[in-house]
Nanobody, 125 residues
Framework: EVQLQASGGGLVQAGGSLRLSCAASGFTFDDYAIAWFRQAPGKEREVVSCISSADGSTYYADSVKGRFTISSDNAKNTVSLQMNSLRPEDTAVYFC??????????????????WGQGTQVTVSS
């Protein structure tokens, strides 16, 4: 059973930093993608960043490029999202999702089939 455990959210002032982690377990597929999505109140869920286990390639939404960095620690089966220069508009519930690359590839389209619980990120102005 695929399980994803997200952690690291919190309250931070604008310009500050947070680091989110997604601990994954139960994967039975060789190559997979793990992505961070977010959903703000009244808005649709959007992909923030994604990383592929096959070649380490990454995807970032335009709104976070240059501020967020996604990385993976394969030994610990953990994907982290370092978020710097946070803005009030980054406030949202952040979710990590994962699936086999054959089903979901890092892109702004589609969504993975496995999800962790959300973690709240609040950026005050």
């Amino acid at each position: 059973e695929v399980q994803l455990q997200a952690s690291g959210g919190g309250l931070v002032q604008a310009g500050g930093s947070l680091r989110l982690s997604c601990a994954a377990s139960g994967f039975t597929f060789d190559d997979y993608a793990i992505a961070w999505f977010r959903q703000a109140p009244g808005k649709e869920r959007e992909v923030v960043s994604c990383i592929s286990s096959a070649d380490g390639s990454t995807y970032y939404a335009d709104s976070v490029k240059g501020r967020f960095t996604i990385s993976s620690d394969n030994a610990k089966n953990t994907v982290s999202l370092q978020m710097n220069s946070l803005r009030p508009e980054d406030t949202a519930v952040y979710f990590c999702g994962a699936d086999a690359l054959s089903y979901y590839y890092c892109s702004p389209y589609g969504a993975p089939g496995y999800w962790g619980q959300g973690t709240q990120v609040t950026v005050s102005s």
